[in-house]
């Protein structure tokens, strides 16, 4: 595959590909720029795909241009939000962009990565060039969002701040001289808005680009935390495969695509010989790249045994109880679950086993002895009730 084929798989959507192409041809040391606003330290399997093909930008030699935005942050994005966000402080935000470049220098080469704080050019900014700036879009042109036009059909407000948003990420092309500016599809709008004001400046604008939006474990929604469907980089081994293992098969495939690497005709010629190995090497992959060859063994095995043939794991954590105690309080008090709705929902959906077999009462309660308890596939404990 040519060093352009490679950079485009799995790509959505260049702007414009004529550019895009002749910058790639140019040989000469590009600027990639990815903007990260740090409104939470987490970064799940979904951020994996624009770091990944960023660090394909950094193989053929390039520079990767992490902006991080701990002035927006302060501010919020508005895309893809029915409503609002809320506005964190700075220190909030500094404290959560430390995290997450820890935790992307683990998956991108430090040596090729720049790093920005916009702060450091909008804390100066004096208003006879912050209305310079703003003079250089239209009320029109922001609102022709998706998600404003969606709120404002729904009668939902659109704060000043939110419409600033998207021209001071813009800006941040300009400061930097990006060649490329990669995001989201959610975020085609600001990139686009990017090339617009690059231009206004007087600079050749940047090519963007956007990459597809990884769905959660559901299938349905995108992978976020808002919506409990992740899978973070820092989970332990055996959480990160037996999740990937309970995905559909069209989701495991693009898992597969999209973070692992895999060819379309080589994941259809699995799939039609052994749907479940196929999905067994995907998810040992996946498992291998964020942990290594020892760890994704080790997750195997435990899946095989503790999943697949029912088996109890050694070491799992004990606790004692008073009897009378409510089955599904007690796991909420021990951190096993966020409430007790949530321990009731997986009551009803089968979810929750003592002693190998799985329980329908809602408010079970537990007697003397002792107890084995499996939460979900992957949680484990045992209570002694005295």
Sequence with gaps: ??????????LTR??????FDEL???GRKLRI???????????????????????????????????????TATIGDPSGRSTARNMMSYDEARRNAQIILEKCFRFLIKERTRVFFNSDWFSSMSLP?????????????????????????NKVPIYNHEFLYPVLQAYDSVMIR???????????????????IMRDYGLKPQVCITT??????DGKLKMSKTYNNYVSVDEEPESIYGKLMGVSDELIIKYGKLLANFEDEELEKMKKENAFRMKEKIVYTITEILKGKEMAEKAKDWFDKIIRLRETPENIPEFKAREGTILQKLIKELGFVKSVS???????????????????????ELKKGQYKIRIGKIKFLKIIVE
């Design 1 to 10: 595959m040519t060093e352009l084929g490679k950079i485009k798989k799995n």
């Design 14 to 19: 260049v702007i414009e590909e004529s550019e």
């Design 24 to 26: 790639i041809k140019s």
């Design 33 to 71: 720029k990815f903007g990260i606003d740090p409104t939470a330290s987490l970064i799940h399997i979904g951020h994996l795909v624009i770091l990944f093909k960023l660090k394909e930008f950094q193989e053929l030699g390039h520079d990767v241009c992490l902006v991080i935005g701990d002035f």
């Design 129 to 153: 060039k912050f209305f310079e700036l703003i003079s250089k879009t239209t009320v029109s042109q922001i609102i022709s969002r998706e998600d404003f036009k969606e709120r404002m059909e």
């Design 178 to 196: 990006a060649d490329i500016e990669l995001g989201g599809n959610d975020q085609l709008f600001n990139l686009s808005l990017g090339r617009d």
């Design 212 to 217: 597809p939006i990884l769905e959660g474990l």
């Design 342 to 364: 949530e321990a009731i929902r997986l009551t009803e959906s089968g979810g929750i086993y003592v002693n190998g077999t799985q329980i329908k009462e809602r408010m079970y």
